[in-house]
T-cell receptor, first 114, second 115 residues
């Protein structure tokens, strides 16, 4: 693989269910991010991780949790999904070496909570 | 506060120039970016500008930065149908003494190019 992969591509989920969105990068980037994209609101940061073993809260962290056990993987978990979490979720990563802090994005996961 | 604003929609004819505008609020931003999102795909970096520059040109793309007014624009010359996409403006925010680099994105501008 090259770049960032996300799984699943799309998912329909019943409210109250637990769901983990997966994200893997093979660029050895130290920082990773989770965003949600909603019409008219752009991308909003959910959680981020500056390096393996650390995580931080973004703009809209409530209802979501993340872990960063290693450099490559950054899963996002919805403990008990609600309809307002229907969105397109993007994972991104950036490396310390990029002077302009470019973030590389995965293809996204479209999640529908009914 | 941290806020980035863009108009939601722009329609142009093929061959014309497109200008997409953005305003931001954090005067300490080091870099400002334009990302492009094609249908069904993630975002890709289109171009960026360092905060001490006024203008950057890259082939058909021209970025103008007015730091006084906190205004950023992207001009696409000779716009093609393949330029149809959503364009996001973003500013970089450094926190925790530089340990954290975050991007604040605008709402995105949908560019529709009519043949």
């Amino acid at each position: 693989i090259a770049g960032i992969t996300q799984a699943p591509t799309s998912q329909i989920l019943a409210a109250g269910r637990r769901m983990t969105l997966r994200c893997t990068q093979d660029m050895r980037h130290n920082a990773m991010y989770w965003y949600r994209q909603d019409l008219g609101l752009g991308l909003r940061l959910i959680h981020y991780s500056n390096t393996a073993g650390t995580t931080g809260k973004g703009e809209v962290p409530d209802g979501y949790s993340v872990s960063r056990a290693n450099t490559d993987d950054f899963p996002l978990t919805l403990a008990s999904a609600v309809p307002s979490q229907t969105s397109v979720y993007f994972c991104a990563s950036s490396g310390r070496g990029a002077p302009y802090n470019e973030q590389f994005f995965g293809p996204g996961t479209r999640l529908t909570v009914l | 506060g941290e806020d980035v604003e863009q108009s939601l929609f722009l329609s142009v004819r093929e061959g014309d120039s497109s200008v997409i505008n953005c305003t931001y609020t954090d005067s300490s931003s080091t870099y400002l970016y334009w990302y492009k999102q094609e249908p069904g795909a993630g975002l890709q970096l289109l171009t960026y500008i360092f905060s001490n520059m006024d203008m950057k040109q890259d082939q058909r793309l021209t970025v103008l930065l007015n730091k006084k007014d906190k205004h950023l624009s992207l001009r696409i010359a000779d716009t093609q149908t393949g330029d149809s996409a959503i364009y996001f403006c973003a500013e970089s925010i450094r926190r925790d003494g530089g340990a954290t680099n975050k991007l604040i994105f605008g709402t995105g501008t949908l560019l529709a190019v009519q043949p």
